[in-house]
Nanobody, 124 residues
Framework: QVQLVESGGGLVQAGGSLRLSCAASGRTFSSYAMAWFRQAPGKEREFVATISWNGGTTYYADSVKGRFTISRDNAKNTVYLQMNSLKPEDTAVYYC?????????????????WGQGTQVTVSS
């Protein structure tokens, strides 16, 4: 069993930066693929980024490519999302998710564990 707790959200002006963290409990974290999703009001939850178990492979949604960076520290059981050049359309609740095996990283159904989410609000 893995429990995920996100932190680092907040209010930031357009063009600013935030760093989200997702702390995981459980000894199997280092073997899990991890991802970030987001959900804006009235919209479906959408894929943001994913990282393989050893950090060797990352994949991003086109909307955040070049602005966001996903990383992980398995010694600290933590995955991060560095968000730069934020835009008002990045406003959403951000969730981290984990899975022992992912075939389609964009699909929410691929992930076994989810955090409770952290709010990111970008003002114009």
């Amino acid at each position: 069993q893995v429990q995920l707790v996100e932190s680092g959200g907040g209010l930031v002006q357009a063009g600013g930066s935030l760093r989200l963290s997702c702390a995981a409990s459980g000894r199997t974290f280092s073997s899990y693929a991890m991802a970030w999703f987001r959900q804006a009001p009235g919209k479906e939850r959408e894929f943001v980024a994913t990282i393989s178990w050893n950090g060797g492979t990352t994949y991003y949604a086109d909307s955040v490519k070049g602005r966001f960076t996903i990383s992980r520290d398995n010694a600290k059981n933590t995955v991060y999302l560095q968000m730069n050049s934020l835009k008002p359309e990045d406003t959403a609740v951000y969730y981290c998710a984990g899975a022992s095996y992912v075939r389609n990283p964009r699909a929410t159904t691929q992930y076994d564990y989810w955090g409770q989410g952290t709010q990111v609000t970008v003002s114009s």
